[in-house]
C-alpha cells in the first residue's frame, strides 16, 4: 500500500478528527509492540484504513494512553483500545511493507534496489512473525504479486489485468466473520479500493516511468500518450471509487462511517485532483509517503 487513503481533514468534525488520529496511533502501538520499532516506522495512512475497517462498530471508541517514540517529550497520546482487528491490521501491514520493499528491488533503479534490500532485510524478523500468524493472507499476497510480475514482464497493457491482481491482493485483508452481507461487502469495499490505489500509483508515477522506461499499464495501454485520455483514466478511477462507496453504504461502521466515507467520497478525489495536477505533482503532492503531523 502507498500511503494515498486517507481523509480530507477540513471536512472532518474535531471529534472524527481526534478518532482518526487515535486510530493511527493505536496501530502504530500495535504494530510496535508486536513486531518492534522497525516495523512500526513504515506505517502509513492505508494501514489506518484497513484498521478502522477492522475494528468493532462502535459509537464513541473507547480510548486510551500510548507513548509515541516519535515525541518522547509530549507524554502519552490518546490511541484505540487494542482489538481483534488492530492485531490484524498491524500484521498484514508487516506482511504488505515487506513484499513492498521486495517489489523495490526488483523494480527499482540501483540506489532504490539498495536501499529496499537493506530495509527488507531489517524488517524480515518481524515479517516472519507476522507471516506465520497470517498465513492465508501471506499466501496470497505472494501469489498476486507473482502474477502481477508474470503481467508486467510480459508487458500486459491491460489496466484491468494488472490492477485486478493488486485488488485481489487488498481484497484479502478482510478475515471472514460468517456475516453473508458483511462479509461480501467487505471484499467488495477493499477490491475497489485496491483496484484504485494501483491505478493511481500508476498515473503518480506516470514521469517517472516514462523517462525510466519501466512497466506502467497506462503507458502501454494508451501509446499515444495517458495525458489525451484524461477523461478515461478519470472515468475508471472514479468507477472503482463509486462501487467502493456503495459497498460501504452496507457495513455497520459505527461511529467510524463519517470518517470512512469522508475518505471515500472527500478523500480519494482530492488525492485524483493533485496527482493529475502537472504542475504541482510531486512538488506539492501532500499525499504520498507522508507521516500524520503529530
Same mark, same amino acid.
Given at each position: ?6 481523509? !480530507? ?19 502504530? $502501538? ?6 518492534? !520499532? ?48 488492530? =492485531? ?26 539498495? #536501499? ?29 504479486? $507473482?502474477?502481477?510480475?508474470? !503481467? ?52 503518480? $508515477? ?17 501509446? =499515444? #500518450? ?27 461502521? #459505527? =461511529? ?9 467520497? !472527500? ?11 502537472? =504542475? ?15
Amino acid at each position: 500500500m502507498f500511503g494515498y487513503v486517507r481523509p !480530507l481533514r477540513r471536512e472532518l468534525k474535531v471529534w472524527e478528527w481526534e478518532h482518526y488520529r487515535a486510530a493511527y496511533c493505536g496501530l502504530c $502501538d500495535t504494530i510496535g509492540r508486536q513486531y518492534g !520499532l522497525t516495523a512500526r516506522m513504515f506505517l502509513n495512512y492505508d494501514f489506518t484504513f484497513l484498521a478502522m475497517l477492522l475494528l468493532p462498530a462502535e459509537e464513541r471508541t473507547e480510548l486510551y494512553r500510548c507513548r509515541c517514540p516519535a515525541r518522547l517529550w509530549c507524554g502519552r497520546k490518546p490511541c484505540t483500545k487494542p482489538a481483534p482487528g488492530m =492485531d490484524t491490521a498491524a500484521g498484514e501491514s508487516v506482511i504488505l511493507t515487506y513484499w513492498k520493499l521486495r517489489d523495490g528491488i526488483l523494480d527499482g533503479t540501483f540506489p532504490e534496489r539498495i #536501499g529496499c534490500r537493506c530495509l527488507s532485510r531489517l524488517l524480515r524478523p518481524a515479517y516472519r512473525k507476522a507471516a506465520a500468524r497470517w498465513p492465508e493472507f501471506t499466501e496470497t499476497v505472494e501469489h498476486c504479486l $507473482d502474477e502481477l510480475h508474470d !503481467l508486467e514482464r510480459d508487458g500486459c497493457p491491460s489496466l484491468d489485468r494488472t490492477a485486478d491482481t493488486f485488488a485481489r491482493l487488498l481484497q484479502a485483508a478482510a478475515p471472514i466473520s460468517g456475516g453473508e452481507v458483511r462479509d461480501r461487502s467487505m471484499d467488495q469495499l477493499l477490491y475497489h479500493v485496491g483496484r484504485w490505489i494501483y491505478l493511481i500509483d500508476a498515473l503518480d $508515477d506516470l514521469e517517472e516511468d516514462r523517462s525510466s522506461g519501466s512497466y506502467n499499464p497506462l503507458l502501454l495501454r494508451f501509446p =499515444d #500518450g495517458p495525458e489525451r485520455h484524461r477523461e478515461e483514466i478519470e472515468l475508471t478511477l472514479r468507477h472503482s471509487r463509486n462501487l467502493a462507496a456503495g459497498a460501504c453504504a452496507l457495513l455497520e461502521l #459505527g =461511529d467510524w462511517r463519517g470518517i470512512i466515507e469522508n475518505i471515500l467520497f !472527500l478523500g480519494l478525489p482530492a488525492v485524483e485532483r493533485s496527482v493529475s495536477d502537472r =504542475d504541482g505533482r510531486r512538488r506539492d503532492h501532500p499525499f504520498k509517503h507522508r507521516r500524520m503531523e503529530r
